[in-house]
């Protein structure tokens, strides 16, 4: 009778111990930007929280800043049709309101700039980045 009493309270504290661990490793939720096509425009939108974001350009790095030093933190993802979705950045030192910038883990290409509708005050910094007229 004690082995059975003792076999169960370790199965508890087994159980316990485990479910402990799997809640601290859980990943951050992000919110998402949902990516619309403007077909009208011919481009891809992002929206989130009431702001529309348009393709600006490509960040390749070629330019004197690393992607490490352009982004900050990540903010959000890029919900996408299909697996995986795209990380979505604020860029150090502007509003994301206004400005961000996404990267893809698995294609390793350039990273969209995307501007917000109505942002009109191009910064120098990212003006030498555009690519598009939306």
Same mark, same amino acid.
């Given at each position: +009778?004690?082995?059975?009493?003792?076999?169960?309270?370790?199965?508890?504290?087994? %159980?316990?111990?485990?479910?402990?661990?799997?809640?601290?490793?859980? %990943?951050?939720? !992000?919110?998402?930007?949902?990516?619309?096509?403007?077909?009208?425009? &011919?481009?891809?939108?992002?929206?989130?929280?009431?702001?529309? !974001?348009?393709?600006? &350009?490509? /960040?390749? &790095?070629?330019?004197?800043?690393?992607?490490?030093? /352009?982004?900050?933190?990540?903010?959000?993802?890029?919900? +996408?049709?299909?697996?995986?979705?795209?990380?979505?950045?604020?860029?150090?030192?502007?509003?994301?309101?206004?400005?961000?910038?996404?990267?893809?883990?698995?294609? +390793?290409? &350039?990273? +969209?700039?995307?501007?917000?509708?109505?942002?009109?005050?191009?910064?120098?910094?990212?003006?030498? !980045?555009?690519?598009?007229?939306?």
């Amino acid at each position: +009778m004690k082995r059975i009493k003792f076999i169960f309270f370790s199965l508890i504290i087994l %159980q316990l111990t485990l479910t402990g661990c799997s809640n601290s490793n859980s %990943q951050t939720k !992000y919110p998402e930007y949902l990516e619309t096509a403007n077909s009208e425009l &011919g481009c891809v939108e992002l929206n989130y929280d009431s702001v529309t !974001y348009r393709p600006f &350009g490509v /960040f390749g &790095g070629g330019g004197t800043l690393t992607f490490s030093e /352009f982004i900050g933190n990540q903010i959000g993802i890029r919900k +996408m049709e299909t697996p995986p979705p795209i990380k979505i950045y604020e860029i150090k030192g502007y509003n994301s309101k206004e400005w961000i910038v996404d990267y893809d883990d698995v294609l +390793m290409g &350039g990273n +969209m700039i995307f501007k917000a509708v109505g942002v009109t005050d191009i910064p120098p910094q990212l003006a030498k !980045y555009k690519q598009y007229d939306f």
